[in-house]
């Protein structure tokens, strides 16, 4: 079992950026796929990306590339989420989600990801 728990969102202005967080507790992050996912009013939960285990390999949704870098720091078990020139289509709920058994052809599956956060919102607005 694993506990996320994200941070860093907030109201920001086209253009600019943010960092999100999330802290795993319980088991260490080197076991777990983490995702990125987020949600807006009305839409279905969208992936945004994805790092593997070792964090050595990231994956993003079409939406955010060249824009949004995932990283992450095993010995910290936290996951970040940098995101750069940010548009109010980027306004949503964001999620922090982890899978062990995860294979790769599945990473952008929402379903296929067992452990979630509670969600961090994002604003983006002038």
């Known amino acids: 079992q694993v506990q996320l728990v994200e941070s860093g969102g907030g109201l920001v202005q086209p253009g600019g950026s943010l960092r999100l967080s999330c802290v795993a507790s319980?088991?260490?992050?080197?076991?777990?796929?983490m995702a990125w996912f987020r949600q807006a009013p009305g839409k279905e939960r969208e992936f945004v990306a994805a790092?593997?285990?070792?964090?050595?390999?990231?994956y993003y949704g079409d939406s955010v590339k060249g824009r949004f870098t995932i990283s992450k720091d095993n010995a910290a078990n936290t996951v970040y989420l940098q995101m750069n020139s940010l548009k109010p289509e980027d306004t949503a709920v964001y999620y922090c989600?982890?899978?062990?058994?995860?294979?790769?052809?599945?990473?952008?599956?929402?379903?296929?990801?067992?452990?979630w956060g509670q969600g961090t919102q994002v604003t983006v607005s002038s």
């Open positions: 989600a982890a899978d062990s058994q995860i294979i790769l052809s599945s990473y952008s599956n929402r379903d296929a990801y067992d452990y």
């Open positions: 319980g088991s260490t992050m080197r076991r777990y796929v």
């Open positions: 790092v593997r285990r070792t964090g050595d390999n990231t």
